[in-house]
């Protein structure tokens, strides 16, 4: 933005040399306006990628707390799961050593 403001500038300059002062001011005021619209513009542009950038950072922290949720209920549901499966070899174990008979009296 300095660099095309610099440019402009200097463009501003080289015109004012040529011809009388009157025209000089007038190419400096336009050269000044245009650099004023085009701070302008920047600046609203600025904004909206602001805008956008706290927009996208939010999403993306959301979606890192819910991986984090998502990842712990995974983890309780396979600890659940494998205390089921231990649960159900017990309940098993102990049909087959006594229950055997039972099932056959029922």
């Known amino acids: 933005m300095q660099v095309e403001y610099l440019r402009l500038l200097d463009a501003g300059k080289g015109?004012?040399?040529k011809g009388d002062a009157g025209k000089g001011d007038a190419g400096k005021d336009e050269g000044a306006?245009?650099?004023n619209q085009r701070n302008a513009?920047?600046?609203k542009e600025n904004d909206t990628l602001?805008?956008?950038r706290k927009?996208?950072?939010a999403?993306?922290?959301a979606i890192k707390r819910q991986a984090t949720s998502t990842a712990a209920e995974y983890e309780r549901l396979l600890e659940e799961n494998e205390s089921l499966k231990d649960q159900l070899q017990l309940k098993d174990a102990l049909e087959s050593l006594s229950g055997g008979s039972k099932k056959k009296e029922s």
């Open 15 to 17: 015109d004012a040399g």
């Open 33 to 35: 306006r245009v650099l």
């Open 41 to 43: 513009a920047l600046a």
């Open 50 to 52: 602001m805008a956008e």
């Open 55 to 57: 927009t996208a950072e």
């Open 59 to 61: 999403r993306a922290e």
